[in-house]
Each structure stands twice: as C-alpha cells, then as structure tokens.
C-alpha cells in the first residue's frame, strides 16, 4: 500500500532482477498507467543540477526524512523555483541500464491573497 503521510520514508530503490519490476505507486494514490490528468510529471534521472541537491541537502538540515515526500518536495522546490504539493510519486527501473528511478507528480501551489471583506 502507497504511504500517504508526508514524512514516512518509502522504498526507493528496484534491482533489474527483481521479479516484479513494474512500475507502482509508492506515496500518494495510484494514477494509472498515465497518472494524474491535473498533475505534472518530472523523472528523478533529469534533476541532476546543483538545485536539486542543494534542496535535498536543505531537507535534512531541516530535520526531514531522507526518502520520504517531503524530502524530495523540497528538492522539487528548489529546481522549479517555486512551492508544489507532491502527491505522487513512482518507483521503475530502466531495464537497459539497470538503474531506479522515481517519477514525481506534483501541483503548483498558488498563493491565495487575502481580500478585505466589504
């Protein structure tokens, strides 16, 4: 069952050779082959900047769990420059190079501003 809580580290990690290699959901709900239609979608393998580790870096000085949402939500925040709500996210592995990967699915958050009441 996919972890639901934030802060509640998951697997993050599938050898080749793993019976069951599959894609599946391991924090949020299950999206389907094609996930969710109102989320975007990013691939751990295309975050390889010093954003993304500096953002991971900056989760745990903040006392956060390696390996769980808020960990990578941090490190998402970081690369696009702006704050998200990471609810979901895919572990697979490329079976030509043998190699995880994690796909995030998350929401820009938008800033609701106060307005004055009439």
């Not at 509640?8 to 069951?20: G, M």
């Not at 924090?27 to 979608?41: E, I, P």
């Not at 996210?89 to 929401?107: E, K, M, Q, T, W």
């Amino acid at each position: 069952m996919p972890k639901q809580n934030k802060l509640s580290p998951f697997n993050t990690f599938l050898h080749y050779s793993d019976s069951d290699t599959k894609e599946r959901t391991v924090f949020g709900v299950d999206g389907g082959r094609f996930g969710h239609t109102h989320l975007g979608y990013t691939y751990s393998d295309r975050l390889c900047c010093n954003e993304w580790s500096d953002g991971l870096e900056a989760a745990i000085e903040q006392g956060i769990p390696r390996d769980c949402a808020r960990y990578f939500e941090i490190g998402l925040e970081r690369v696009l420059g702006y704050p998200v709500d990471l609810q979901h996210v895919i572990l697979g592995v490329n079976r030509n190079s043998g190699y995880s990967y994690l796909v995030f699915g998350f929401a820009r958050v938008v800033a609701t501003s106060e307005t004055p009441a009439a």
